[in-house]
């Protein structure tokens, strides 16, 4: 077994162990209930006015952990289970999408330069994996298909490193927003700044994960 493919298979168990506790941490705080009562909707809402910001919108989405927001057209999309729900765990992930909208409205450099990484990640990403194929089978006849395939899965590597401080900053500002708002008190808040570290923790493992591949793509280019 070379050294790339025990890197991915480490990076993978070590995904794996993340998404377990997040689910855990998650689950065990969405029992645990705010003191202030709010709704994760409330809650987006007041702090985007704390903010002075008047032109995002919070709706509401279906599915699990599938809470984002939307610069395009400055919405913040929360769960069901975010949107109505007034625990530790929804009060977390509100304050955390808003935090994004409010790195958009300040002008936060990581997220200036990741919507400029967007549309070239999105071509990368979706043919990235095909060309390298592509360029293992015809290494020998044609060695700069297989380094096109590298130079596009590096941009998805990089795209994965510009995200992270990105989300740990959302979590920051989420966490700053509910300690000075009084919206949580001091146990409930080390509660959320739980569940926002391991979610945080899945971003680093992605970027692991696009590390490690693009670790055994070259060094599959050495042996060859």
Request: aromatic share 8%; proline share 3%; net charge neutral.
């Amino acid at each position: 077994m070379t050294s790339g493919w025990l890197l991915i298979i480490v990076v993978f168990v070590l995904g794996l162990i993340v998404q377990t506790k997040l689910d855990s941490v998650f689950k065990k705080y969405e029992n645990e209930y705010s003191p202030g009562g709010l709704t994760g909707k409330e809650i987006a809402e007041k702090m985007l006015r704390d903010h002075g910001i008047h032109d995002v919108t919070v709706t509401c989405i279906e599915g699990r952990l599938t809470d984002h927001y939307n610069p395009t057209d400055k919405t913040i999309n929360l769960s069901k289970g975010v949107y109505s729900g007034r625990s530790i765990s929804a009060s977390a992930v509100a304050a955390h999408e808003t935090g994004h909208a409010v790195q958009h409205a300040v002008g936060y450099a990581p997220v200036k330069l990741r919507s400029a990484l967007v549309p070239m990640v999105n071509i990368s990403s979706s043919l990235s994996q095909i060309v390298i194929i592509l360029g293992i089978l015809t290494i020998n006849v044609f060695p700069a298909l297989f380094w096109l395939g590298i130079a596009m899965f590096a941009m998805v590597l990089l795209f994965s490193l510009v995200t992270l401080p990105v989300e740990y900053n959302a979590s920051q500002r989420a966490l700053v927003w509910l300690e000075n708002s009084h919206t949580l008190g001091s146990v409930e808040l080390d509660h959320a700044k739980e569940a926002l570290t391991w979610a945080a923790r899945t971003y680093l493992v992605a970027a692991l994960s696009a590390l490690a591949t693009l670790v055994y793509y070259l060094g599959f280019a050495r042996r060859s």
